[in-house]
Antibody, heavy 120, light 110 residues
Framework: EVQLVESGGGLVQPGGSLRLSCAAS????????MHWVRQAPGEGLLWVSR????????TYADSVKGRFTISRDNAKNTLYLQMDSLRAEDTAVYYC?????????????WGQGTLVTVSS | QTVVTQEPSFSVSPGGTVTLTCGLS?????????PSWYQQTPGQAPRMLIY???TRSSGVPDRFSGSILGNKAALSITGAQADDESDYYC??????????FGTGTKVTVL
């Protein structure tokens, strides 16, 4: 069974930075597009970013563009999200997710999430 | 900014049928938007139910089905069960590598 394990969440002050990691296992990580999705407390899902298999193509939601950077290390089977200039409204559980193979417009496997809290 | 709209809530009786919809603030949803549907219970990660409009994910019961109804994507639950009580989200591919989730629908089975 596919396994995705996020880490790196925690409490950070406004304006600070945090790097999230997502360790992937039990599938060929280097063959899949990967995404980050977040969910603020009591709110709905918000798509954040996605990256292609070799890391050369990335896109972002307008709300995080210019502040967040998605990347991956295929040798380490790990996806990252570098978050800079954090704001209170970035407080959320952050999920990494894998796309459906051959139909890369849907997310078939999700991690358990890591909580990021932006507060002074 | 594109908003993907869903009904805030629905109530369905056990064994009943409910159809949730996913629409665009401007324009119509079509198969080219690759609608997908996710189920989420409190404290859990989302679970994919449907992708590419109407393809069920592995292990998803056939009481869940996806379609296009008029100008919206739709998720139908036929023969609702107690454990179908969850939040449901659609996601659309907007092109140029951008995705948008719907506002979510809370389904109560009672």
């Amino acid at each position: 069974e596919v396994q995705l394990v996020e880490s790196g969440g925690g409490l950070v002050q406004p304006g600070g930075s945090l790097r999230l990691s997502c360790a992937a296992s039990r599938f060929t990580f280097s063959e899949y597009w990967m995404h980050w999705v977040r969910q603020a407390p009591g709110e709905g899902l918000l798509w954040v970013s996605r990256i292609n298999p070799d890391g050369s193509d990335t896109t972002y939601a307008d709300s995080v563009k210019g502040r967040f950077t998605i990347s991956r290390d295929n040798a380490k089977n790990t996806l990252y999200l570098q978050m800079d200039s954090l704001r209170a409204e970035d407080t959320a559980v952050y999920y990494c997710a894998r796309v459906v193979q051959l139909e890369p417009w849907a997310l078939d496997s999700w991690g358990q999430g890591t909580l990021v809290t932006v507060s002074s | 900014q594109t908003v993907v709209t869903q009904e805030p809530s629905f109530s369905v009786s056990p064994g009943g049928t409910v159809t949730l919809t996913c629409g665009l603030s401007s324009g119509s949803v079509s198969t080219s938007d690759s609608p997908s549907w996710y189920q989420q219970t409190p404290g859990q990660a989302p679970r994919m139910l449907i992708y590419s409009t109407n393809t069920r994910s592995s292990g998803v019961p056939d009481r869940f089905s996806g379609s296009i109804l008029g100008n919206k994507a739709a998720l139908s639950i036929t023969g609702a069960q107690a454990d179908d009580e969850s939040d449901y989200y659609c996601m659309l591919y907007m092109g140029s590598g951008i995705y948008v989730f719907g506002t979510g629908t809370k389904v109560t089975v009672l």
